[in-house]
């Protein structure tokens, strides 16, 4: 059973478009995360949710906007996308507000812009 | 603000010999916990060590150990006994409570090359 899972893995499309990633935890976590990872491999968060509720939005342009439909699920949609929007976008999640432990990471969804 | 400083973009170690990577870091936070992952080449990141910043005894799980200086505001990881799996990239992270504990900060990661 995958702890933390994010589809699709790859995305390849054009500049304009307009995409989605799902991810979805089974680990009964209160907390899930957004991450891009870019071509230097810096990792830097995007948006973190608690319980369905934004917590943090770390600057990032208004065309990304993350819906938690529960607390199991954070999903990330992205309109008119840019070439700089090429990345790995990592989905995570930890224990409440305030615990100090671990994140778990999803595989990661590999994102192309052309 | 806090940040994450790793200095050495890349290392090398032999097969069986240990190895540390070095990390150091800013917060203002009086409270907050120091990370440790590792990024194979697959892609995914996995959890290695955590230290808390109260924590009085260095953090140890298996071949890892977390070498947490406060003063020195340093969390240097070490590797004993190195093994091939164990060529990948490595990322010093941290969360601290002014934040609580929402937002993990990382460092630009090094590389590590095990040869035989």
């Known amino acids: 059973d995958t702890a933390v899972s994010q589809t699709p893995k790859y995305l390849v499309t054009q500049m304009g478009n307009d995409k989605s990633i799902k991810c979805e935890q089974n680990l009964g976590h209160d907390t899930m995360y957004w991450y891009k990872q870019d071509s230097k491999k810096f990792l830097k968060i995007m948006f973190s949710y608690n319980n369905k509720e934004l917590i943090i939005n770390e600057t990032v342009p208004n065309r990304f906007s993350p819906k938690s439909p529960d607390k199991a699920h954070l999903n990330l949609h992205i309109n008119s996308l840019e070439l700089g929007d090429s990345a790995v976008y990592f989905c995570a999640s930890s224990l409440g507000q305030g615990n100090t432990g671990e994140l778990f990471f999803g595989e990661g969804s590999r994102l192309t812009v052309l | 603000a806090q940040k994450i400083t790793q200095t050495q973009p890349g290392m090398f170690v032999q097969e069986k010999e240990a190895v540390t990577l070095d990390c150091t870091y800013d917060t203002s936070d009086p409270s907050y916990g120091l990370f440790w992952y590792k990024q194979p080449s697959s892609g995914e990141m996995i959890f290695l060590i955590y230290q808390g910043s109260y924590d009085q005894q260095n953090a140890t799980e298996g071949r890892y150990s977390l070498n947490f200086q406060k003063a020195r505001k340093s969390a240097n990881l070490v590797i004993s006994a190195s093994q091939l799996g164990d060529s990948a990239m490595y990322f010093c992270?941290?969360?601290?409570?002014?934040?609580?504990?929402?937002?993990?900060?990382f460092g630009t990661g090094t590389r590590l090359l095990v040869s035989p």
């Open positions: 992270a941290m969360r601290g409570v002014n934040t609580g504990f929402q937002k993990l900060v």
